[in-house]
Nanobody, 124 residues
Framework: VQLQASGGGLVRSGDSLRLSCAAS????????MGWFRQAPGKEREFVAS????????NYADSVKGRFTIRRDKDKNIMSLEMSSLKPEETGVYFC??????????????????WGQGTLVTVSS
């Protein structure tokens, strides 16, 4: 079972970036999925989540209106479209699966499966 995050890179403040998370080894169609980020020296924090059906999404207050989470259950892929990025959003972005099926889980320990992370660097 593997979650593979990709799409990270170096962007400037205000730019947009799209992250993807591809699942393999099993279907996560019955699981919620989410994105977390971890800045250097800081704890992993919740960014966004999506329910098993894809119909319910949840966002951290700091990213509402700028980030959009989606999933394609047929392709077993989840994405995070990020716009108006800020330097303080620099960090490793992780995708995860599990937790509450409606995507209400916001703590890392509520998710069972994790990807390896992709680095996003936002320069000022």
């Amino acid at each position: 079972v593997q979650l593979q995050a990709s799409g990270g890179g170096l962007v400037r403040s205000g730019d947009s970036l799209r992250l993807s998370c591809a699942a393999s080894g099993r279907s996560f169609s019955d699981s919620a999925m989410g994105w977390f980020r971890q800045a250097p020296g800081k704890e992993r924090e919740f960014v966004a989540s999506i329910s098993w059906s894809g119909m319910i999404t949840n966002y951290a207050d700091s990213v509402k209106g700028r980030f959009t989470i989606r999933r394609d259950k047929d392709k077993n892929i989840m994405s995070l479209e990020m716009s108006s990025l800020k330097p303080e959003e620099t960090g490793v972005y992780f995708c995860a699966a599990g937790g509450h099926p409606y995507g209400y889980s916001r703590r890392p320990d509520e998710y069972e499966f994790w990807g390896q992370g992709t680095l996003v660097t936002v320069s000022s």
